[in-house]
């Protein structure tokens, strides 16, 4: 199966986003890859610390929410001139049966976060060896 592109059978399907009013909400960029294992999604969240991070998976969607704080939390400073914007990141997957959620790992290295989502044992490949 592949999880990219726009095939009808995506293990990791993107949900549309759902605004709130009161901040506005960032898309993540994400990269999805497959192994034999499992499949890994690694989201860039520029100025998201792991404390900022919510990532949780309730009936087989997987949502990534994000936290980035405004600038002007630098005690005594006043705020010259500012390109970035304070708001949320939020993204929602659709994710396949086939996927063990128990298992999901992450993990938050400069800015970007991992996820392993492991198969299910089941539908892993196998090799079967023929006997005599």
Do not use: W
Request: charged share 30%; aromatic share 4%; glycine share 4%.
């Amino acid at each position: 199966m592949n999880a990219v592109a726009n095939n009808e059978q995506r293990t990791v399907r993107p949900q549309p986003i759902q605004n709130e009013r009161e901040r506005e909400h960032f898309i993540p960029r994400v990269n999805i890859v497959e192994t034999d294992e499992q499949y890994i999604v690694e989201a860039d969240l520029p100025g998201v610390s792991k404390d900022g991070l919510e990532i949780t998976v309730e009936d087989n969607e997987l949502t990534i929410f994000g936290r980035r704080n405004d600038c002007h939390e630098v005690p005594n400073a006043q705020v010259l001139y500012q390109e970035t914007r304070p708001g949320d990141f939020r993204r929602v997957f659709e994710l396949d049966p086939a996927i063990d959620t128990s298992k999901i790992n992450a993990k938050m290295q400069q800015g970007v976060l991992t996820l392993t989502l492991p198969k299910a044992e089941k539908v892993k490949p196998r090799k079967i060896t023929v006997g005599e």
